[in-house]
């Protein structure tokens, strides 16, 4: 080993922190797939908490959404699978009984989003309550489904399946880990890259993107100008539950092949607080969602594939509970430092009414 | 507009009100508050539906059910309360609405911006597109609601109330703009209630009162007290007496006081101020130089980062609220929904909402509603309060009556201060009266008062002395009995005497 | 002179009954039309699960069963109070933080804590005197929960970071925290899964019936307390204050951050006391899936009580009488209905009261009181603002 590592091991603190590094920087290849596939659903759940929120609606109900999709996207595979046959091996594992599966919680996602926008829009009800609401109807309902149809053992449709990068790629030094990261991925991850970008440039460039923010800001002026404000609201609400169901399918057609109870483990909230530390934009909420992935891609690594010596000694003192929650503290604190220099947009939360009183 | 009704829960706003405009003309509609003004040009603009009459543009019957109509019937309002998105640019904020599309999804914000520049040099005006609209002064945003309108090819224009916020410097100066625009031939709708305005700018007047027409004059056939006749209805004393002053000792000292807002910039800057016992001391200024800031320290709401702030000798720069409360400040906030009550509480909670925790209203730990009551009972007769019982909420009272309770409830005792924060905004000519000579009787009676207040009229109507505010600092001290208008005026506009405004500042 | 008197007592009888009316008549209406679409949810299960003749009755069997369970009888009624005491204390955890303008959606971390600050002790304290035992068991819980009801609260007063999302992280850090001390340093060596020692001695006494223990009285006397602390006190005031107009609380001389931080750790009290009655009174040992509806039910019974003591102890009743009966419905219908039709229709119920508006328009009904208590601040302080500057 370099003498000169070797000196800095040598020295107590020091000598882990450099140990930790080096134990990433070697683990990264590996990991980097992993934080990206993390990331996903968190990052989905911040984009349709970001479109909901510049046009000016709060919706805590993602978590909800989410798992409601993901119930309904496997269950339906379930259901549509015998249909089909044997399946065709198209690029991503698609078929026919996991496309339908997936149009299926979209739609769902969108009709659940229909209701929120319809509860804090028309109805005017107070916007956290509504969500909250949509939460608790959508665990209650999963959690009973799921109970019924276990009696019936089910057969899923089966996952998409990840794209696998050519080796020539991969190995490209320094940046292959990045192809790794971004290319080793179902199609609902790939396809995520792309959304953010798109949503980034159509907010800020779009016709669409300024009306929601003007919206978001100061619902009257863009009301006097014309645009229809109610309207907007709920196509943007609507919308971004498509956002939330595609979360949600992630979580039960591409990061698994199943349903289980509560197995959104609270990503709907984590992608809020992305939302805010990413101050409202698509790019700003992946960055964050990246970081918070990688907390628990983290903990993964380090239960799987220790790291050696002094450090990886160190570690695996540390009880697994620790890791788990690893992710939720992060984001409290994240949080907690990021918020007074996070503004939200001005109207958000608070319900439109249409007519001035005098 | 032909026959225009309009009722509200409880209120007639407009009961068939006939009104027209013609091109090349600025035809003011003059009014007191809540006379139905804004209700009828909201009808106009599609933003209230009438519950009968018609609308008939260049002779044909036209429905305007969303401000959409409006605009493409070329009808454009600049609203008293700026419809500006303030996060957003000029630019942004002018085509919001009308953007020119660069293909079927982008923008094509470098047409917009040539635009909007060349509309500007219509009058003389240098607009940077890129600008934030938040960033701008009040003058500026006023332009940019009116290059708005004209970019949206509009031939009647609306201004509702477009110089309550400006200094006289800018009222001349969109004055002049309006002018040009009538030589174009635009047809101007002029909303005010303010009588030398109209007199000044206006071809025709019409006064509407209680949402009935009264009549419509030439302002060569009338006069400001003919109009006001017209507008409240019976003769007006147009001021209150004040009568003679005796000043006593000093009662709030203020010594290089030093002040951040919110975003952490410096908002008063070394501001020096006396106000003695038994007089009424007036801060005159354009909106957004520091007023908020300087009330919210003296009052205790708001750390100053520098100076001091001494009441009766004993200093108090670092109090709480509750301390300078005990102290003998009261404070009449300018927000009375956001600060001065709970509307969702009883008038009974409100009337103790600051005394709460003492004796008689507390024993110990415990609310004494019995004390609590009598209380409430106490001020809605001694301040005319009009409200069914003690027990409705807050929420039910009209603007003037719950600016009573307020009043009633900060008056109450012999206060050593008064901060008085746009005491009167948005009230009726009845409950402003009412104000003023209750602020009166506080000064007679010994009670330092310090008005704070956007319209100049109030400051020169009850104020010992002025002091004008302007970017943080006191820049002149006048006699309140001998002040000029104009002067003061341009005080408030420059910071100096002499100079031209029109740099948009930050 | 009788009849007049007569008369004013009708007159008096009449005003009470009405504004009884209003209060109730919106969570009655809700409670029957979300029976309906349970009954709903049910005929449609049937379909899902193939092999059985379809039963048209089989959702008045069903109600049949989940009424017997929770009031037919002594027992199922002292169960029905069991279940609901637990839901008294976290309904007035998640109603004294609506009053102040939080959402404290963290009852269920503040539970899970409260319940292990309780077991540790208890285990400590198991050969103690219960004179010694249960009152320190119980300190322990209920400050546990203040703990972590304080973290949310500093943190929303400090840097303005809601408490909604906030609490929910800490929700998921409590689980971790119970799964680590359960099968750590809390585990009974030799047992085949986590699971902690008995409290022995410092488990409640039971008062009523078989089972009827003493956290039921304890819930009891936390909503009277808690009702007086907000109507009596003036300290109460300043809470409510602070929720309904936190600028104006400034202004009177209140101090909004302190009063965010004392009510989100009476919240975490009040919660705490809930998980800690739990494990002394009906577990009297932990194990990692310990109560996990407990908090999310104290949501729905704080908003079905208006956040009013009142209120909360019926719809704890309620919602205690459905989790009481829901494992005898699910027997009788020889596991074709699963005992999570209880969240189905709560989910139900709670939907009905924030439509309140529509339903009073269908239903014609006026002079009824608004289904969800106004909370204007719980999303209006979301994200970004903090409490005061």
């Given at each position: 080993m370099d003498p000169v590592i070797q000196f800095f091991y040598g020295i107590p603190v020091l000598g882990l922190v450099f140990q930790f590094v080096g134990y990433i920087v070697d683990q990264l290849p590996t990991i980097a797939p992993i934080i990206l596939g993390n990331a996903t659903p968190i990052a989905l759940a911040a984009l349709c908490g970001v479109m909901c929120e510049r046009s000016g609606v709060v919706n805590i109900g993602i978590e909800g959404i989410m798992i409601a999709t993901a119930f309904v996207g496997w269950y339906v595979g379930v259901l549509v699978s015998p249909m089909f046959g044997a399946r065709p091996d198209w690029i991503?594992?698609?078929s026919p009984a996991l496309l339908i599966a997936l149009a299926a919680a979209i739609l769902t996602g969108m009709l659940i989003s229909l209701l929120h926008a319809w509860l804090s829009i028309?109805?005017?009800?107070d916007q956290i309550i509504s969500g909250t609401i949509i939460n608790i109807a959508a665990f209650g309902l999963t959690g009973y489904l799921n109970t019924l149809i276990s009696q019936t053992s089910p057969n899923g449709a089966g996952n998409f399946s990840r794209f696998r990068p050519p080796a020539e790629i991969t190995q490209?030094?320094?940046?292959?880990w990045l192809f790794q990261m971004f290319l080793r991925q179902g199609p609902i991850a790939i396809s995520l890259i792309v959304i953010v970008i798109a949503f980034q440039v159509l907010l800020f460039r779009s016709r669409w993107g300024l009306r929601t923010r003007a919206v978001g800001e100061h619902p009257r002026a863009a009301e006097t100008v014309g645009i229809d404000v109610i309207w907007l609201r709920y196509r943007n609400v609507v919308f971004a539950g498509a956002f939330a169901a595609l979360a949600g399918a992630y979580l039960s057609?591409?990061?698994?092949n199943s349903f289980q109870q509560g197995?959104?483990?609270?990503r709907g909230f984590i992608g809020l607080a992305a939302m805010i530390v990413g101050r409202w934009t698509p790019v700003g909420a992946f960055g964050a969602a990246l970081l918070f992935a990688s907390s628990a891609a983290l903990g993964y690594s380090i239960g799987g594939n220790p790291p050696p010596g002094q450090l990886g000694d160190l570690l695996s003192g540390v009880p697994g509970q620790v890791f788990d929650a690893l992710p939720y503290l992060v984001t409290i604190v994240v949080l907690a430092g990021f918020i007074g220099r996070s503004v939200a947009?001005?109207?958000?939360g608070q319900p439109y009414e249409r007519e001035s009183a005098h | 507009m032909r026959g225009i009704t309009k009722r509200y829960p409880g209120v007639?706003?407009?009961?068939?009100i006939d009104f027209d405009i013609r091109p090349g003309e600025i035809h003011a509609l003059l009014g007191e508050n809540g006379a139905g003004k804004t209700t009828l040009m909201n009808i106009l603009y599609g933003l209230a539906v009438p519950d009968a009459g018609e609308l008939l543009l260049d002779g044909q019957p036209v429905q305007i059910k969303s401000p959409h109509d409006a605009i493409r019937r070329g009808i454009s309002m600049v609203h008293q309360h700026f419809m500006?998105?303030?996060?957003?640019s000029v630019a942004d904020n002018i085509l919001l609405g009308e953007e020119p599309m660069a293909?079927?999804?982008?923008?094509?914000q470098g047409g917009a911006h040539r635009r909007i520049r060349d509309l500007g040099s219509r009058f003389g005006w240098k607009v940077?597109?890129?600008?934030?609209?938040?960033?701008?002064?009040v003058g500026w945003q006023q332009r940019v609601e009116i290059l708005k309108a004209l970019y949206r090819n509009a031939r009647i224009l609306v201004l509702d109330e477009?110089?309550?916020?400006?200094t006289p410097q800018e009222t001349a100066e969109i004055f002049s703009v309006l002018r040009s625009l009538r030589q174009e031939g635009y047809a101007i709708i002029f909303i005010s209630h303010k009588l030398y305005e109209v007199l000044e700018i206006a071809d025709r007047i019409t006064v509407i009162r209680r949402g009935k027409v009264i009549g419509t004059r030439r302002p060569a056939e009338t006069n400001e007290a003919d109009l006001a006749e017209m507008m409240v209805g019976r003769e007006v004393q147009?001021?209150?007496?004040r009568g003679e002053s005796h000043p006593g000792d000093v009662v709030l000292r203020i010594r290089g006081l030093e002040v951040k807002d919110d975003r952490g910039?410096?908002?008063?800057?070394g501001i020096d101020l006396e106000v003695k016992a038994g007089e009424i001391v007036g801060v005159a200024g354009v909106?957004?130089?520091?007023q908020d800031e300087l009330v919210e320290a003296i009052v205790g709401l708001r750390q100053p980062s520098g100076g001091h702030i001494e009441l009766d000798g004993r200093?108090?720069?670092?109090?709480?609220a509750r301390e300078r409360h005990r102290l003998g400040v009261g404070f009449v906030p300018a927000d009375r929904h956001r600060f001065?009550?709970?509307?969702?509480?009883p008038l009974t909670d409100n009337f103790i909402?600051?005394?709460?925790?003492?004796p008689p209203f507390a024993r110990g730990i415990l609310r004494n509603d019995e004390a609590i009551e009598e209380r409430a009972e106490r001020g809605i007769k001694n301040y005319d309060i009009r409200t069914p019982?003690?027990?409705?909420?807050?929420?039910?009272?009209?603007g003037g009556n719950q600016q009573k309770v307020i009043v009633a409830r900060e008056f109450e005792?012999?206060?050593r201060l008064l901060v008085l924060d746009q005491?009167?905004?948005?009230?009726?000519v009845g409950s402003i009266e009412f104000i003023h000579r209750q602020a009166i009787i506080k000064r007679n009676a010994g009670s330092a008062i310090l008005l704070v207040s956007a319209e100049l009229d109030e400051v020169l109507e009850l104020s010992d002395r002025i002091v004008v505010m302007f970017r943080g600092a006191i820049v002149a001290v006048r006699d309140g009995r001998t002040a000029d208008k104009n002067e003061i005026g341009r005080l408030m506009a420059?910071?100096?005497?002499g100079r031209e405004s029109g740099t948009p500042a930050a | 002179m009788t009849e007049k008197r007569a008369s004013q007592v009708g007159g008096r009888l009449r005003g009470m009954l009405r504004d009884l009316w209003a209060a109730a008549a919106l969570p009655l209406i809700s409670i029957v039309l979300a029976l309906i679409v349970g009954a709903v949810v049910i005929l449609a299960s049937e379909l899902i699960v193939p092999g059985r003749p379809f039963d048209v009755t089989l959702p008045l069997a069903a109600y049949s069963a989940l009424f017997t369970g929770s009031l037919g009888g002594l027992d199922p009624i002292v169960n029905t109070m069991r279940s609901a005491a637990p839901l008294v204390l976290g309904g007035l955890a998640v109603g004294l933080g609506f009053k102040a303008?939080?959402?404290?959606?963290?009852a269920q971390g503040q539970f899970l804590l409260g319940a292990l600050g309780a077991v540790t002790v208890g285990i400590a304290l198991n050969e103690a005197s219960p004179f010694i035992a249960i009152p320190l068991s119980l300190l322990a819980g209920g400050l546990f929960g203040a703990a972590w009801g304080f973290v949310p609260g500093l943190l929303k007063a400090v840097s303005?970071?809601?408490?909604v999302v906030t609490t929910i992280m800490l929700n998921y850090v409590a689980g971790s925290t119970i799964a680590w001390a359960v099968s750590g340093p809390l585990d009974q060596p030799g047992s085949p899964s986590p699971i902690t020692a008995q409290v022995g001695n410092a488990a409640l006494p039971v008062l009523i019936g078989r089972n009827g223990h003493a956290g039921i009285l304890l819930a009891l006397v936390a909503a009277v307390v808690v009702g007086w602390l907000l109507y009596r006190t003036t300290r109460g005031f300043e809470i409510r204050t602070v929720g309904a107009n936190p600028d104006a609380a400034r202004y009177a001389g209140m101090q909004p951050r302190l009063i965010v931080v004392l009510t989100m750790s009476m919240a975490g009290l009040l919660a705490g006391l809930s998980g800690s009655i739990v494990v002394?009174?009906?577990?009297?040992h932990m194990t990692?899936?310990?109560?996990?509806?407990v908090g999310f039910d104290s949501i729905a019974v704080a908003l079905l009580g208006r956040s009013n003591p009142v209120g909360i102890i019926f719809a704890a009743l309620l919602f205690g009488a459905m989790r009481a009966g829901a494992p005898l419905m699910q027997i009788q219908t020889l596991n074709l209905i699963p005992a999570e039709l209880v969240d189905v229709v709560q989910a139900t119920i709670l939907l009905f009261l924030v439509a309140h508006a529509v339903i009073r328009r269908l239903l014609h009904l006026r002079g009824v009181a608004a289904?969800?208590?106004?909370?204007?601040?719980i999303t209006k302080s979301y994200s970004g603002e903090a409490v005061t500057h």
């Open positions: 991503f594992g698609f028309t109805v005017k009800a490209i030094p320094v940046v292959g057609m591409e990061a698994t197995m959104t483990t609270g947009p001005a109207a958000d | 007639l706003a407009n009961d068939s500006l998105v303030p996060v957003l293909g079927p999804i982008f923008l094509d940077d597109p890129d600008q934030k609209v938040g960033s701008l002064s477009p110089t309550a916020v400006l147009l001021t209150v007496d910039q410096e908002a008063v800057r909106a957004g130089n520091g200093d108090m720069t670092h109090a709480g001065g009550m709970v509307l969702s509480f909402l600051t005394d709460y925790y003492e019982s003690a027990n409705v909420t807050g929420a039910t009272l009209s005792g012999e206060q005491p009167t905004r948005g009230l009726d420059t910071g100096a005497e | 303008g939080l959402f404290n959606i963290g303005g970071a809601h408490e002394l009174g009906v577990t009297h990692a899936s310990f109560g996990t509806t289904g969800v208590e106004a909370t204007d601040t």
